[in-house]
């Protein structure tokens, strides 16, 4: 990990204090050591920040063993120096940072470099890694919400089931094919046409249980991606609400073809899709087994987590730096 400093003038302090457009700023950058792209990011970061006299501390991480610690570092930092914490990377690397961040009241700022960037496309940051450090001189802070999964933090999804398995083919596809939506959509179509298990699972929402039966269930927190994708609900997440997605039970050519309506913005409209609006989902998986731990995703990272599945917004918001 290595650092690049600017801090000589900025006293530090515990006492949190209001926004100010001349505070300091800590980039915890996530790409591969030695990486071309990854030192032109960071010369091009380097270079936006000293051309315009902006105080910052570049944390750069080569090993993905070493991303928390630099969110810590990052963190202590912006605390004592009245500044921001910046998260560089896709929105996996962009949900490690707001794990940390999140319970803070910090500000943050983003990088997007991901293959979708979804996060940052929705709160109108340039996925352009010069663009969207400029615009980080003038941000303002927009409360945004955030979802939890059993206390884990997602920005833009989380799911059970099917999609995990899809996240996990398409990050094999990616290491040998290069990253790009259209090898991300092949990963796709080869997850779909392998054998699925189904599950029964009971699903407690708000106030009322159902039982459902189905290959994955889906919640997003992202209105770009639910809308892109055409679901109703899209709009309930400006309304401090999640939205839950459920594919019922099919085969393969027909789970085929609600990949491609999805594609074309229009899976909401499928006759084997269900969608809901929530503030509170608890999911218990019934059968083929009621698993103490089960596989899920959260904003393309897929970890174990404890059963029951508890879905919510939380109710503390991330405080994001978005352009002017």
Do not use: C
Request: glycine share 8%.
């Amino acid at each position: 990990m290595s650092t690049s400093t600017a801090l000589a003038d900025v006293a530090p302090d515990d006492q949190a204090s209001p926004w100010s457009l001349t505070a300091p700023l800590f980039v915890v950058l996530n790409g591969g050591s030695g990486h071309v792209e990854t030192q032109e990011r960071v010369a091009t970061v380097k270079r936006v920040f000293q051309e315009a006299g902006r105080q910052h501390e570049l944390l750069e991480v080569s090993d993905p063993k070493n991303l928390p610690q630099a969110i810590s570092r990052a963190i202590e930092l912006a605390r004592q120096h009245h500044g921001a914490v910046v998260a560089a990377g896709g929105d996996g690397t962009i949900n490690a940072v707001v794990q940390q961040v999140l319970p803070t009241g910090l500000p943050l700022g983003i990088l997007p470099q991901g293959t979708f960037n979804y996060f940052g496309r929705h709160h109108g940051v340039s996925s352009d890694i010069e663009e969207a450090a400029r615009s980080l001189l003038t941000a303002h802070i927009k409360p945004v919400q955030v979802g939890l999964i059993n206390e884990q933090a997602f920005i833009v999804n989380a799911s059970m089931g099917l999609y995990p398995t899809l996240l996990q083919d398409r990050e094999v596809f990616k290491q040998r094919f290069g990253r790009s939506r259209v090898v991300a959509l092949f990963a796709s179509l080869a997850t779909m046409l392998r054998e699925h298990r189904d599950w029964v699972i009971k699903l407690t929402l708000d106030d009322t249980t159902h039982t459902i039966v189905t290959p994955t269930l889906f919640v997003g927190n992202n209105a770009l991606q639910m809308a892109q994708i055409g679901i109703a609900e899209a709009p309930a997440l400006q309304d401090g609400q999640l939205v839950a997605i459920a594919v019922k039970p099919v085969g393969k050519l027909a789970m085929l073809g609600l990949l491609l309506r999805g594609a074309l913005g229009q899976l909401g409209d499928a006759d084997k899709v269900s969608s809901f609006a929530f503030t509170s989902l608890t999911v218990s998986p019934r059968r083929p087994h009621r698993p103490k731990r089960l596989k899920v995703a959260t904003d393309g990272e897929v970890i174990w987590m404890n059963t029951p599945l508890h879905f919510q917004p939380s109710p503390k918001p991330l405080q994001l730096l978005v352009p002017t």
